[in-house]
């Protein structure tokens, strides 16, 4: 199958800066999209952003302008640089990578990130 695994989070004040990176190894296909998710205390998890990998983006409003999906397909990595943080993006943000296969499609979660943004 395939595993994921995710690094840098943590805490910054507001209008910080931090970039997370979500490596993806195993049965990988070339055509997939990974993104981040995130989900604050008592809220659903909801879509930030993904990219596909013919580097298609999709962000969601709340983050347009702030946030940057980016990937290397080499390294099978993709990256959210987010900037001008605010404290409403407190949250734990999850990498997850989909492809789709005979059997249906394949989704895959990371085990989360921290992400805290306070004064």
């Known amino acids: 199958q395939v595993q994921l695994v995710e690094s840098g989070g943590g805490s910054v004040q507001p209008g910080g800066a931090l970039r997370l990176s979500c490596a993806a190894s195993?049965?990988?296909?070339?055509?997939?999209?990974m993104g981040w998710y995130r989900q604050a205390p008592g809220k659903e998890r909801g879509l930030v952003a993904s990219?596909?990998?013919?580097?298609?983006?999709y962000y969601a409003d709340s983050v347009k302008g702030r946030f940057t999906i980016s990937r290397d397909n080499a390294k099978n990595t993709v990256y959210l640089q987010m900037n001008s943080l605010k404290p409403e993006d407190t949250a734990v943000y999850y990498c997850?990578?989909?492809?789709?296969?005979?059997?249906?499609?394949?989704?895959?979660w990371g085990q989360g990130t921290q992400v805290t943004v306070s004064s």
């Open positions: 997850n990578y989909r492809d789709y296969r005979l059997g249906g499609p394949l989704t895959v």
């Open positions: 990219v596909s990998s013919s580097s298609t983006a």
């Open positions: 195993g049965s990988i296909r070339s055509a997939n999209t």
